[in-house]
């Protein structure tokens, strides 16, 4: 080969290395900037979570007060008046012998009998 057809071969090399390494260049830099770009995107996203987190628990807070406040009304002449009645027959439930031996835990004297 003559010295032409190498240095023409050798620059035609070099220039398919230089484009090579543009494009990887430009492929990193558009994948950092999308990367920046979610991570933005997930700190704002998380920030108004936390607002809507905070405004959550300060409703629940008012409603468990409201609750407890109604709660506290409620007594025997209220629920009379609001068409309860009184029962009237002893009520009977469903009761459970021992049968046999079983393992209890004995808060007297901490043992498995």
């Known amino acids: 080969m003559t010295t032409k057809v190498k240095i023409a071969i050798l620059q035609n090399w070099e220039m398919k290395a230089f484009w090579s390494l543009v494009f990887?260049?430009?492929?990193?830099?558009?994948?950092?900037?999308?990367?920046?770009?979610?991570?933005?995107?997930?700190?704002?996203?998380?920030?108004?979570?936390?607002e809507k987190i905070s405004?959550?628990?300060?409703?629940?807070?008012?409603?468990?007060?409201?609750?407890?406040?109604?709660l506290a009304t409620v007594d025997k002449e209220a629920t009379l008046q609001l068409g309860f009645?009184?029962?009237?027959?002893?009520?009977?439930?469903?009761?459970?012998?021992e049968t046999g031996e079983s393992l209890a835990l004995s808060s007297l004297d901490n043992e498995i009998r």
Do not use: C, H, M, W
Request: hydrophobic share 50%; aromatic share 10%; charged share 20%.
């Open 85 to 97: 009645k009184p029962i009237e027959k002893e009520v009977i439930f469903v009761a459970r012998t």
């Open 55 to 70: 405004s959550q628990e300060t409703e629940l807070t008012l409603l468990v007060a409201d609750y407890f406040s109604a």
């Open 24 to 50: 990887l260049l430009l492929g990193l830099i558009f994948i950092y900037l999308y990367l920046i770009n979610i991570s933005i995107l997930s700190v704002v996203e998380r920030q108004k979570n936390e």
